[in-house]
């Protein structure tokens, strides 16, 4: 069985995008580090590349970067850092997310800190436990509002009333698509609170949460005759906020008869799971939730009269609202909670019927709503097109896929993009999801269908029109995203360093930048034979040797960054490798210092725990801090990985055939 050096779990609310983009920011990360990792995946379509118990058991650590349950309980006493999904979404973030999960200290609990900062970071806050519960509801309930919403919007293609068997426009199959599509969107409440509730008391919390969803859309019975609760009666339904409310108490009610059982024998665990648990957690969820149904009533209805009288402030103060919301985060928490009040909403104008003032309204604030979620991916699209020269191939490919992502209603595609340059990027994706979702509630567009993006506009009412609002929205925003990468890059274009004369021979300016990564190692900067007491004496021969060479002009600032780094997360490797590098402005070109100890410099924190042999230190100026350093660092990092190349390198003895072994990897 393989052994890794880390191991992870990555998990979404809607286990599309995020889920997989911060899977694989840690393998770019982990790879740069020189160590192997294996990640877990909680998407949609379930768990995937699992992790083994033995696996579990032979990591060094534990990153978990998740919004849902992902039961983070399997890692307990392991290294560990646990954090939402999107603080890994990049690879330096990644990067550092594996650092302080290989510096933390083993323990009990499900997280745990790398130093006495970190501890209070470590530490799940309460409010992300709360919505990482909730999120395992939402999860598990997009699936069932999808498929219903859009089988019940299939079924219009027949006519609006073609399931209505006393109508002009009746069809059977029609009908029939009708029935299936609301079965499975009346079990959106249910699932939501059962799933809540499931990543809270695990599986005995299922069956209370089920009932609370129940009651949640059913309400308390009340004959109306007699005025008094009655089983046969009638109630009113509190809807998804219901659910969210059962969840919990159902999840938090388990927790407390595992409490009260605790006491019980052992070999009455059987009982327990199959009788006591179901029974009481059922009974005590059911009698609260029926209790709260008025005031739950109350609370929803004025929820859905606000965002009706917001509407009644014209389209351009709801549209906003719907855009923001959509477009701050590209899928993550303020953009769910925009969707799922919309699938709510969709929800109640489904049930309510055809040409009534809650369909007209739920279907409009829904087609807002994809209109919101479809731009900022298409954004990126037009600006790669227009303005190709200003973004790299890499982003450039990215904004062509963006194209079918966004096309299918899935934000997440535009997050790279945002991250690189938070500001004015989100703005601009705000202002244009803003512009296309006011533009589709002016144009009256009415989508009976929570998702699919484009599939879905067979059923969308005045569909041409909602093409047009959401081309409006991604071409404003990408003529600015243009705008802003054009000034950027002639920015950087001014801040680089002059070319080379215009009348040097040409062989000359082909050959220069290979000359320049052949001297990033240079012979006299390769130091074979040396005996250090600890890792400062090795840093500090390195920062005195750098300024020896012309390479910086100061050493103790030079000792200062190499330290400085040292303290984020150690630079020691494995196999008796280490990788310090100093960015700062005392150094005046990049280069790398290499020292070997052929006893070992001990008091280095390593991967293996063996000492140092070998340090091939990165020099940076602090100008190249993102650019040369990040290059340098992943070939080291890369290279690292390569068995022959650690053999030579730490096998020889010869200067020369050490620079020569690195700079080939270098180029």
Wanted: glycine residues 10%; aromatic residues 6%; charged residues 15%.
């Amino acid at each position: 069985m393989a052994k890794f050096d880390i191991i992870a779990a990555t998990g979404c609310p809607t286990g599309i995008a995020h889920t997989f983009m911060a899977k694989e920011a840690l393998e770019k990360a982990a790879a740069e580090r020189g160590l192997t990792i294996k990640v877990e995946t909680h998407g949609q379509v379930g768990v995937e590349n699992e992790l083994t118990k033995s696996e579990i058991a032979g990591a060094k650590a534990v990153v978990v970067a998740a919004d849902k349950d992902v039961q983070a309980e399997r890692f307990a006493g392991k290294r560990m850092v646990s954090v939402g999904v999107s603080k890994a979404l990049s690879v330096e973030a990644a990067g550092k997310l594996i650092d302080r999960a290989l510096a933390a200290k083993g323990d009990d609990s499900v997280a745990a800190a790398a130093d006495v900062e970190d501890e209070v970071e470590e530490k799940e806050s309460i409010g992300h436990i709360i919505y990482k519960h909730l999120m395992n509801g939402v999860s598990h309930m997009l699936v069932f509002v999808v498929a219903g919403g859009v089988l019940t919007a299939v079924s219009f293609l027949w006519g609006i009333t073609s399931f209505d068997s006393t109508a002009s426009d009746y069809n059977s199959f029609a009908a029939m698509l009708k029935i299936i599509g609301g079965i499975a969107m009346n079990l959106m409440v249910p699932v939501l609170s059962a799933y809540i509730a499931e990543s809270i008391g695990k599986r005995p919390a299922l069956v209370p949460g089920f009932v609370a969803g129940m009651i949640a859309i059913q309400g308390l019975p009340v004959n109306a005759e007699t005025g008094m609760i009655d089983a046969g009666g009638a109630g009113v339904g509190f809807g998804f906020l219901g659910g969210i409310v059962g969840g919990f108490l159902a999840g938090y009610v388990i927790l407390l008869l595992e409490k009260v059982f605790s006491k019980l024998p052992k070999n009455l665990d059987g009982l327990k799971a199959i009788f006591l648990y179901p029974l009481f957690s059922t009974a005590i969820v059911g009698l609260v939730m029926l209790g709260i149904s008025g005031p739950m009533a109350a609370i929803n209805t004025a929820m859905m009269d606000f965002l009706k009288g917001l509407s009644a402030s014209g389209a351009i103060v709801l549209g906003l609202a719907i855009g923001c919301m959509c477009a701050v985060d590209m899928g993550g928490p303020v953009n769910k909670a925009a969707y799922v009040t919309g699938t709510a909403m969709l929800t109640e104008a489904l049930a309510a019927g055809v040409g009534t003032d809650t369909y007209n309204f739920g279907t409009n604030f829904m087609a807002a709503v994809s209109a919101a979620c479809i731009v900022p991916p298409l954004i990126t699209t037009f600006a790669v097109v227009v303005g190709k020269k200003y973004f790299s191939q890499e982003d450039h490919d990215a904004g062509i896929v963006n194209l079918i992502l966004g096309c299918t209603h899935i934000t997440e595609g535009a997050i790279p993009f945002m991250t690189k340059n938070i500001w004015p990027v989100m703005p601009i994706m705000m202002l244009g999801s803003s512009i296309a979702s006011i533009l589709t509630i002016m144009f009256n567009v009415h989508d009976p269908a929570p998702h699919g993006g484009f599939l879905v506009l067979p059923v969308v009412e005045n569909g041409p029109l909602w093409v047009l609002a959401i081309l409006i929205g991604a071409v404003v925003g990408g003529i600015l995203f243009v705008a802003f990468k054009k000034y950027d890059f002639e920015k950087n274009q001014k801040a680089a360093p002059a070319a080379k004369p215009v009348e040097a021979p040409k062989a000359a300016a082909v050959e220069a930048p290979k000359s320049e990564a052949a001297d990033f190692v240079k012979v006299e900067n390769v130091f074979v034979a040396e005996d250090f007491a600890s890792r400062d004496e090795a840093l500090s021969f390195v920062s005195n040797q750098a300024v020896k060479a012309g390479i910086a002009n100061d050493a103790d600032a030079v000792m200062n960054a190499f330290l400085a780094r040292e303290a984020e997360g150690t630079t020691g490797m494995m196999e008796g490798f280490a990788i310090p590098h100093a960015k700062s402005d005392a150094i005046t070109e990049a280069a790398v210092i290499v020292v070997k100890d052929e006893s070992g410099v001990t008091g280095w924190d390593t991967m293996d725990g063996a000492p140092v042999n070998v340090a091939i230190a990165l020099l940076i100026p602090g100008a190249q801090a993102g650019t040369t350093h990040l290059k340098i660092l992943s070939k080291v990092a890369e290279a690292l990985m390569d068995e022959d190349f650690r053999a030579t390198v730490k096998g020889s003895t010869d200067a020369a055939e050490i620079a020569k072994t690195i700079n080939a990897r270098l180029v």
